[in-house]
């Protein structure tokens, strides 16, 4: 069966055709062209597809896109400039990148949901990515980074 959908993907209302089976993460990429979640294990356990829905870390390979229809959906196109973002450049958190988009959302929801996050709670939240190729340091170092500013702010 399809059906036609209004999605709000980073703060503009988009209009997509699907069937009831497909995913968010099938919708973002072939119809709106927004290739930054990654499509990785397609089983909902690397977190290289995952979006903000309603602020939340969502894996997209595992969400269908009717489920998304009226809520609000960022993906890493709608955090462009973000501290998150930039944390990662400057502590070079990354290698081949393929799993960045992915920690950047989950990082983001992190430091906006628990501004107070301790290594704990930190190391709990990066367990619902795989990266296969750095070290998780450089990533908890962003992390940490970013709360520190926005403790400053
Ligand atoms: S591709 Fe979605 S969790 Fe791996
Ligand atoms: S940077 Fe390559 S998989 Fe994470």
Known sequence: MI????LRINGENREGIVRMADTLLDTLQDQFDLTGAKRGCENGDCGSCTVLIDGWPMKSCITLTVEAAGKKITTI?????????????????FQCGYCTPG??????????IHPDANDKVIEE??????????SYQEIREA????????GEM
């Open 3 to 6: 059906t036609k959908v209004g």
């Open 77 to 93: 196109e709608g955090l462009q400039g973000s501290l998150v973002q930039k944390a990662f450049m400057d502590k070079w958190a």
């Open 103 to 112: 920690f950047i959302m989950n990082c983001h929801a992190l430091v906006n």
């Open 143 to 150: 992390v940490r980074s970013v709360l520190q500013k926005k």
């Open 125 to 134: 939240w990066l367990e619902s990515n795989i990266c296969r190729c750095t």
